[in-house]
């Protein structure tokens, strides 16, 4: 896997190489006991790719035994353009008649189909939706391609992604699978996202309470 384009279209937020060394694009707030706990990777040694697990990152526990843990992680928006790069078991699924409907066809939600679905791996109904526009019909779940395709309400059904937080837990899952995270198994993905989908938030250590936005920036984190 060495063909790693950059992101288009809703990818403009995406990171990017450089960011690893913009600490103004890397800091993490959050509650804890009421109290602002900050973290933020400007101290991080320049190396490109280091990255934390999410109880260190709120520690800001930068100390290394032997080698630094190196990630090499991919955003959605690379997901996207390389469907042929998913790791099985995961599947992207197909854009019916990309060919035909011309350049742009596969950036629409509604013209994927199949593919590995988003839930029930990660919990909740928050992309759960009348597919194929029959009210009798029992909703169903959009695939994890369709999550990461969709943007804040940028779909027929009106399903939001507040801060793409699925758009970037789906990647990271993916991440995981392809070894690019070790600092993230699938597991603990997944675990990330059910907590905060029972809770409204993901405590990485007691007490901490990330937000979606938070979790979305450390994920960032684990981003070549």
Not at 41 to 64: D, E, I, Y
Not at 78 to 103: I, M
Not at 145 to 151: D, E, K, L, P, T
């Amino acid at each position: 896997m060495t063909d790693r384009s950059p992101d288009t279209q809703d990818s403009q937020n995406e990171a990017t190489p450089d960011d690893a060394f913009n600490p103004s694009r890397r800091k993490l707030t959050g509650a804890v006991l009421g109290v602002s706990a900050v973290f933020t990777l400007a101290s991080r040694p320049v190396l490109a790719g280091q990255c934390m697990s999410p109880s260190a990152a709120v520690s800001g526990n930068l100390s290394q035994h032997g080698t630094p843990t190196v990630c090499s992680g991919l955003s959605p928006g690379y997901w996207k353009e390389k469907p042929e790069s998913w790791p099985s078991p995961y599947a992207p699924g197909t854009a019916t008649n990309s060919k035909v409907k011309g350049p742009g066809y596969t950036n629409q939600v509604q013209n994927w189909s199949e593919g590995t679905l988003f839930h029930p791996i990660f919990s909740g109904s928050q992309f759960m939706a009348d597919l194929d526009d029959n009210a009798t019909t029992a909703k169903t779940s959009l695939s994890m391609m369709q999550v990461m395709i969709m943007s804040d309400g940028n779909n027929p059904w009106g399903l939001n992604d507040p801060d793409n937080l699925g758009a970037h837990i789906a990647a990271a899952l993916l991440n995981a699978k392809a070894g690019l995270t070790p600092v993230l198994s699938e597991v603990q993905v997944i675990n990330i996202w059910n907590e905060w989908a029972l809770k409204g938030y993901f405590e990485p250590t007691a007490n901490v309470k990330w937000t979606s936005a938070q979790i979305v920036e450390y994920i960032k984190t684990t981003f070549h």
